[in-house]
């Protein structure tokens, strides 16, 4: 394929508690990732139940020393082979690597007086080394890993102390690594945050009394996010004109189920309320009218304040950045079997799905490209997007994943469209350029990378890393791709 972009940033993501291990190395503290225990008979397509484990099931994680059971612990060693790592992906022919910084190795209590030292050396080391490789950093300050201490203490995002403990964090590492790193993103798929309140914001359900006061919590927690980031942008800006701020958001495209107009609205208003209502608000720095509505009608209520809202409004974002694995499908039955809240929607009979029921839709990319750029005319960047699949390594000790090689050229293709239609997107993250911990299932099992890593879901194996087919084909679209 003839990529008719020259200047594109192109690379992989990963974030930290997927990928470095050492969860107790140089002064680190646990996370909730590291805690989120780990189920592996647990039915594939059900993984989304695991947001129902309870703050006991984290908490017991604490006391159990059988640290395979919790395989964020220990990642793929990112911490101590991330210049190997870094090596192959150069290797690869990419020029940016988007990862996530560990708030829990900054400051592992959250509300230290000094950041630890030997946690800002680590990321120092690793950006360092991007710049020797010729990569450009994108860099995730939240990743689904709020440190647990600060879950404990303060209850996680719904307390408003929370803002000035990652406002602090942010602005010491903005400091610190302003020439190092380009491109931040303040909170990794912001719009997680009340669908998944434990992973996003680090609060449990048993601290609230009623299901209407957790998604109270669940909103106030979410408002608190958007004016923490909208608070690192306005002290970015003082920081260097260097540091380019971002949003991220798991970009849920969905589409109505039939023509009926009932489902057609149906769609449309869940589509204002999973993922339009994210951007405006990072974008346009307002609550939009719908939204005000769908807080009413649920009764939602959280408190922003005039200050809040007038910081948000004079901060937006400069870009947008969003994941992108499949598309589904909508309609007033489904809608209301779910309460409102479709995480995972209809299946689409024009669709094929992987194993975990997540259904490949490579002309959505341009849909989703389109929409965004008409309805924002902002920079698009697709940080997140690629296939998990159960692998092994075969004699020739490599895996010949032709699957991959077509997702990942189908989805290529559909970005060069969009960019011939006049959209301007600047770069792409897969996820991911090597096998990770997935989020979701806590396994080993589930793959993404075009590099295998020799780790099953106990963590057996060597960890050593193997290219698959997927590597070299990626390696020559790099030097073939352009006109
Ligand atoms: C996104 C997350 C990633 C990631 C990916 C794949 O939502 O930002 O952290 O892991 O999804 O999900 P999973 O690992 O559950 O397959």
Not at 105 to 112: H, K, L, Q, T
Not at 125 to 130: G, L, P, S
Not at 290 to 310: D, H, M, N, V
Not at 311 to 325: A, D, G, P, Q, R
Request: glycine share 6%; aromatic share 14%.
């Amino acid at each position: 394929m003839k990529f008719i972009k020259k200047d594109f940033l192109w690379g992989g993501a990963t974030s930290a508690s997927q990928v470095e291990g050492a969860y107790d190395v140089d002064g680190k503290s646990l996370t909730i990732a590291e805690m989120r225990p780990f189920n592996p008979n647990l039915d594939r397509k059900s993984v989304h139940e695991l947001n129902n484990y309870t703050r006991k099931d984290y908490e017991k994680s604490i006391e159990n020393k059988e640290r395979l059971h919790y395989p964020k612990r220990i990642g793929i060693d990112f911490y101590h082979r991330y210049k190997e790592d870094i090596a192959l992906f150069k290797e690869a022919g990419m020029n940016i690597y988007r990862m996530s910084i560990a708030w829990s190795r900054i400051f592992p209590n959250g509300d230290e007086k000094e950041p630890n030292k030997q946690g800002l050396k680590f990321y120092k080391e690793v950006f360092e080394e991007c710049k020797k490789n010729g990569m450009e950093v994108m860099l995730t300050i939240q990743h689904y890993d709020v440190p647990y201490p600060i879950a404990k203490k303060y209850g996680g995002w719904s307390n408003k102390q929370v803002i000035n403990l990652f406002v602090k964090f942010a602005t010491v590492i903005m400091k610190e690594y302003k020439d190092l790193v380009k491109y931040w993103l303040p909170f990794n798929e912001i719009n997680v945050a009340p669908l998944a309140p434990t992973t996003g914001l680090g609060i449990f359900r048993e601290n609230f009394s009623s299901e209407k006061e957790y998604m109270n919590a669940a909103y106030q927690g979410l408002h608190n996010q958007f004016y923490a980031q909208a608070k690192v942008i306005e002290i970015a800006k003082t920081i260097s004109s260097n540091i380019k701020m971002g949003c991220m958001v798991a970009n849920m495209t969905t589409y109505s189920s039939d023509c009926n107009p009932v489902n057609i609205w149906e769609n449309l208003s869940s589509q204002q309320m999973q993922r339009y209502f994210y951007y405006d608000v990072m974008l346009k720095g307002e609550y939009p009218t719908y939204s005000k509505r769908y807080f009413e009608e649920k009764g939602i209520k959280f408190e922003a304040t005039p200050e809040e809202l007038k910081v948000i409004k004079e901060n937006n974002v400069e870009y947008i950045t969003f994941s992108y694995y499949m598309t589904s499908t909508v309609s007033k039955e489904l809608k209301d079997a779910a309460g409102g809240n479709l995480m995972l929607g209809g299946k689409n009979p024009f669709l094929k799905a992987t194993e975990w029921g997540w259904q490949i839709d490579p002309i959505g990319l341009r849909i989703t490209l389109n929409q965004l750029w008409d309805r924002y005319q902002v920079p698009l960047f697709i940080s997140e997007n690629g296939i998990g699949v159960v692998e092994q390594l075969d004699k020739n000790k490599t895996v010949e994943d032709d699957y991959r090689i077509e997702y990942l050229a189908k989805h290529f293709e559909q970005i060069n469209e969009a960019i011939k239609d006049g959209v301007d997107v600047f770069g792409y993250t897969m996820w991911t350029p090597i096998d990770v911990v997935s989020l979701s299932t806590n396994e080993m099992s589930k793959r993404y990378g075009l590099i295998f890593v020799d780790y099953d879901d106990y963590h057996k194996g060597t960890g050593d890393r193997f290219k698959k087919k997927s590597f070299t084909w990626f390696q020559e679209f790099m030097k073939t791709k352009e006109l």
